[in-house]
Nanobody
Framework: QVQLVESGGGLVQPGGSLRLSCAAS????????MGWYRQAPGKQRELVAT???????NYVDSVKGRFTISRDNAKNTVSLQMNSLRPEDTAVYYC????????????????WGQGTQVTVSP
């Protein structure tokens, strides 16, 4: 199995910054895509940012220029640096990791973190 542990959420004023981190552990053979999603109250979960094993990144338009996703392959971690935060960024943020885990054979996995609350408010 693969487990994800998220950290870094909290309350911040508009214009402030937060850094989210997600660490993957378990029987990991290879990690492919890593990403962050968010879900605001009454809304569907949406993609925020993703990063491939080749470090190609993708962002939802509303966070471009403000958020930066990065990964540390040696530590199996993915981070999201969030700057110039706005009230509309308030949501529960979820980490997602996809890859292969090692068993008798390699098995694909697609694992979600438990979520961390980000609140942007004066």
């Amino acid at each position: 199995q693969v487990q994800l542990v998220e950290s870094g959420g909290g309350l911040v004023q508009p214009g402030g910054s937060l850094r989210l981190s997600c660490a993957a552990s378990g029987s990991i053979f290879r990690i492919n895509d890593m990403g962050w999603y968010r879900q605001a109250p009454g809304k569907q979960r949406e993609l925020v940012a993703t990063i491939t094993s080749g470090e190609n990144t993708n962002y939802v338009d509303s966070v471009k220029g403000r958020f930066t996703i990065s990964r540390d392959n040696a530590k199996n971690t993915v981070s999201l640096q969030m700057n110039s935060l706005r009230p509309e960024d308030t949501a529960v943020y979820y980490c997602n990791v996809r890859g292969l885990m090692l068993s008798i054979l390699t098995i694909p996995f697609d694992t979600w973190g438990q979520g961390t609350q980000v609140t942007v408010s004066p």
